[in-house]
């Protein structure tokens, strides 16, 4: 009888030792799975902030690309509106300097 308590103890050591070796693999399992899981989810949002990145500086370039084509049409929308203007008042300023030239002129002879 002392036998088999003892046989019967040593069977319950046994399977709890089992129990705490599969505990343990369990354990470094499941720790294994949330670091490579941490892993990813840090990759992907390495990956999303660059493509966020990306994306920014592609609207910022195409922002400045619509201004800058602003800027030049105003500019060329003035350089029209000066060249308007000078042509308008042309004929007069032409007029003009030929008068005076011909006043120099009349003073000299």
Not at 1 to 21: F, H, N
Not at 68 to 77: F, L, W
């Amino acid at each position: 009888m002392k036998t088999d308590v003892l046989k019967s103890i040593r069977e319950t050591e046994e399977e709890y030792q089992a129990m705490i070796r599969d505990a343990q693999a369990e354990r470094k399992k499941s720790l294994s799975d949330a670091e490579l899981e941490a892993e990813n989810l840090i990759v992907k949002a390495q990956k999303d902030a660059e493509d966020y990145r990306n994306q920014r500086l592609a609207e910022a370039r195409a922002q400045a690309q619509n201004r800058y084509k602003e800027i030049v049409r105003e500019g060329e929308a003035r350089a029209e509106a000066l060249k308007a203007s000078g042509n308008k008042n042309l004929t007069e300023a032409v007029d003009f300097i030929v008068t005076r030239f011909k006043e120099q002129l009349h003073v000299k002879a």
